[in-house]
């Protein structure tokens, strides 16, 4: 840790006080654009309508009720479309991981001589975000038939070539006296994935794991594109289109329950996320 | 099946040449077996719809009457069309507001955050909490907090006696409205990078400019600063690349209103292929999108090439 302060400047008591009043006040400033609307989201949310427009400034209700998120539960289905984000996420998340792996360990340890064509074609496709590819994707998924089906998500995540890059750099840094070693006793390929590289891959395992999940529990415009079954949608489609109908006591407790699991992981797992992030250098 | 494993040698002995080539034959079939995953899923997800929408571009197409080849016909429409300017001004204007108001925040948060000792913890999970928050849900709360009335923000800024501002609802303000929620939305990752770099930065710099008599401004702008260069580059290629595709902003708050002050260049995509069924020109809109973000993502790979040889 190094920083443009030295102990010397901190022995100024005008430079110290000037410091130290730079990251108090950064630091309230933060909690109140960090924090503030998750806070007053749950303030909304077990506000009295009423109160909400006669004294939208006061800091807790004076009846808070807790009647808003049963009602988001029974009225706005909101636990079904949990369900359904649990879903696309555990499913988004497996295919990404397969893909990652099997490639990763196919490009690195395997290393057949069409591998390096593959490689370079999976790579170049970073050139080009899925936005601009979305209505030609769409028209693929509605050939295929699967519109209307979690699969319309769940694979094209898997066409992920960060995760690729991530795997095949991770698995190519692995010691190869490992690969060696295992190939004197004798060890099929199989064995050597399963029992040797796959023990050793629990940090990519964990960072693709990671971006993968909070990525798919973020994803808005395809589940939008290809998922128009209500009953199938998941929290972030539903919520876009429940915020026209629905009472918004009611939205906003639904909104509450939408960003607690994710708040929730994150402040859980906040060491290997902020990790993470340094890990893959840029990719949030 | 271990031999497969073998790097081929240079020279080998005629005898064993020949099991060396079966076993290089099986070790290209175990190869492919292995990449099967990523090949099906690249494949139809992936490369054919980049091919595909190159193609569909030149096409007319309605999924119902045979598809005819219509050569630039697409491009004309699309470069005549007004909303297509438009959107390319708003889009521009969005990419540009992001920079002057979400570019510098993260780099000067990070700033302050490398100089604090006691509960740096503290600092990088708040500055990183909007960034967990569902896009969809942290716009819907924005979108509430905008609200001209009751809105949290006129409520505030009436206590101080300025406003009501109508943020969403008037065109002069809806583009910059969008832009501060997105700014809170992806701040926090840039402060937590920059703040990586800044703490990367070897202590024997600082040392050697402050004997020098430099003060702590100067070691901020001719220390840090040029140590950061690398990393600022690359931010703000990440930022333009993602600020260019803006369209869940857009969409849910203001669904490209008010009188298309806020239609950006993914939002009429969309409008084209998904609400007037005309994939052609929507295509032909994306491929036009492609090469700038091609060009913006092959400028971010060679920056990134030339710094992780540094």
């Known amino acids: 840790m190094t920083t443009f302060t030295s102990s010397n400047d901190l022995r100024r008591p005008g430079t110290a006080f000037a410091l130290r009043a730079v990251q108090v006040v950064t630091l309230l400033a933060l909690v109140a654009i960090g924090i503030g609307p998750l806070y007053w989201t749950v303030k909304g949310a077990v506000s009295p309508p009423t109160e909400m427009v006669t004294n939208p400034l006061r800091l807790w209700p004076a009846e808070p009720e807790l009647g808003n998120f049963a009602r988001a539960f029974t009225d706005l289905h909101v636990g079904r479309y949990l369900a359904n984000t649990v879903t696309v996420v555990i499913g988004s998340w497996a295919v990404q991981l397969l893909v990652a792996m099997t490639a990763g360990f196919a490009f690195a340890v395997i290393r057949p001589r069409f591998g390096r064509y593959v490689y370079g074609a999976i790579l170049a496709t970073m050139f080009v975000p899925y936005t601009v590819s979305l209505v030609s994707l769409f028209l693929t998924v509605l050939e295929v038939n699967l519109l209307d089906t979690y699969w319309a998500i769940w694979l094209p995540a898997g066409a992920n070539a960060f995760n690729v890059l991530l795997a095949t750099r991770f698995f190519e840094a692995l010691p190869q006296e490992l690969y060696d070693a295992a190939k004197v006793d004798g060890a099929s390929t199989w064995q050597l994935l399963t029992k040797i590289v796959l023990p050793m891959s629990r940090p990519v395992v964990a960072v693709i794991s990671l971006l993968a999940i909070m990525h798919s529990w973020k994803e808005f415009i395809w589940p939008l594109v290809v998922i128009s079954d209500p009953n199938l949608q998941p929290i972030s489609v539903a919520l876009a289109n429940l915020v026209d109908s629905a009472p918004q006591d009611e939205l906003i407790a639904a909104m509450a329950m939408a960003l607690a699991p994710p708040v929730l992981v994150f402040l859980v797992l906040q060491r290997y996320v902020v990790a993470g992030l340094g890990f893959t250098g840029v990719k949030g | ?310």
Request: net charge positive; charged share 10%.
């Open chain 2, 1 to 310: 099946m271990t031999a497969l494993l073998e790097r081929p040698a240079t020279t080998e002995p005629v005898v064993v040449a020949s099991r060396r080539r079966q076993a290089g034959l099986r070790r290209e079939l175990l190869g492919l077996l292995f990449l099967a995953p990523a090949l099906v899923v690249f494949g139809i997800f992936s490369w054919w719809p980049i091919l595909r929408g190159l193609l569909i571009s030149f096409q007319q197409t309605n999924l119902v009457d045979p598809v005819v080849w219509v050569g630039l016909e697409n491009f004309q429409a699309v470069l005549s069309d007004p909303l297509v300017g438009k959107a390319m001004a708003n889009t521009l204007l969005f990419v540009g507001l992001g920079l002057v108001i979400g570019f510098p925040a993260p780099i000067v948060l990070a700033a302050v955050m490398s100089t604090v000792r006691r509960f740096a913890g503290v600092y990088r999970v708040v500055v990183y909490l909007p960034v967990v928050v569902p896009p969809v849900v942290a716009i819907l709360l924005w979108k509430w907090f905008y609200d001209p009335g009751t809105g949290l923000f006129n409520q505030l800024l009436g206590l101080v006696g300025l406003g009501p501002y109508p943020w969403l609802q008037s065109p002069q303000t809806a583009m910059l409205s969008l832009v501060l929620e997105a700014t809170w939305a992806g701040m926090g990752g840039a402060a937590l990078i920059y703040l990586a770099a800044m703490t990367g930065v070897p202590a024997e710099l600082y040392e050697a400019a402050e004997s020098d008599g430099a003060g702590i401004w100067r070691r901020i702008w001719h220390v840090m600063l040029p140590q950061l260069r690398p990393v600022i580059g690359l931010l703000l290629l990440l930022q333009l690349i993602g600020t260019i595709q803006v369209f869940t902003e857009p969409y849910i708050f203001t669904q490209g209103g008010p009188d298309g002050a806020t239609l950006t260049v993914l939002l009429l995509i969309f409008r084209y292929a998904f609400q007037d069924g005309q994939y052609g020109q929507a295509a032909a809109l994306s491929v036009l999108l492609a090469i700038v973000l091609a060009v913006l993502s092959a400028v971010y790979l060679r920056l990134t090439r030339s710094w992780s040889t540094k």
